[in-house]
């Protein structure tokens, strides 16, 4: 996995400055955090976001088998995909009933398997002009559904200083929008957990709310 090798660069990349840069000798200095440290760090985030991975598979196995979910490592972190129908009705940015007993088995690895990391939020739409609905574009569609995902896990006693949600409308696609599927596929939301390596707290990504 990309994730996986960025951290083993990350890795490497400590060992070459350590022993390269000082001749093969470790320097440690007093009040900051050794070469090892670091590298226990890493692979303890890469761990941990591996077992909310495997975690995540088993509670969500129905949905992920009826590609309503897709539980992936990539280069941000962990994102757990949902396709926008299985939360939203068309046009809307109201949580679907039938949608929490989904989200409440992500809320429950978010308060135990990761409770110390941070939680982004991503709304996606396809690339359909807005008609009908009321919202001004697909910006707002995408950030009001991200926002709903938001208050619905801050609801779940996932701590509100972890979570951050972002609109990016239709400026993100993953498949083509000249197809119904692939139009399907770019309705989404994206919930990321970020490795504490990549990002400090209010990092996840830009503040509540906005859009890009």
Request: proline share 3%.
């Amino acid at each position: 996995m990309r994730f996986q090798k960025v951290i083993l660069m990350n890795i490497s990349l400590v060992l070459v400055l350590a022993l390269g840069l000082s001749g093969c000798t470790i320097i440690l200095q007093k009040g900051r955090r050794t070469d090892i440290e670091k590298i226990s760090k890493l692979k303890n985030d890469m761990s941990e976001l591996e077992n909310a991975k495997s975690e995540l598979e088993k509670r969500l196995q129905d949905e992920i088998n009826n590609k309503q979910v897709k539980v992936e490592m990539e280069d941000k972190g962990l994102v757990i995909t949902f396709v926008s129908e299985v939360l939203f009705d068309s046009g809307k940015a109201k949580l679907r009933h039938d949608s929490y007993p989904k989200l409440d088995k992500v809320a429950d690895v978010l308060n135990t398997t990761v409770a110390d990391l941070n939680v982004g939020i991503e709304g996606h739409t396809d690339n359909q002009p807005i008609k009908r609905s009321g919202w001004k574009s697909n910006w707002e569609l995408s950030t009001a559904r991200a926002l709903s995902v938001l208050h619905y896990l801050s609801d779940k006693s996932v701590a509100e200083p972890r979570l951050a949600a972002i609109g990016y409308g239709e400026y993100k696609p993953v498949a083509t929008n000249d197809t119904k599927e692939g139009r399907q596929e770019n309705r989404r939301v994206e919930i990321v957990i970020l490795p504490k390596t990549e990002t400090k707290a209010g990092d996840a990504t830009p503040d509540a709310g906005s859009s890009s």
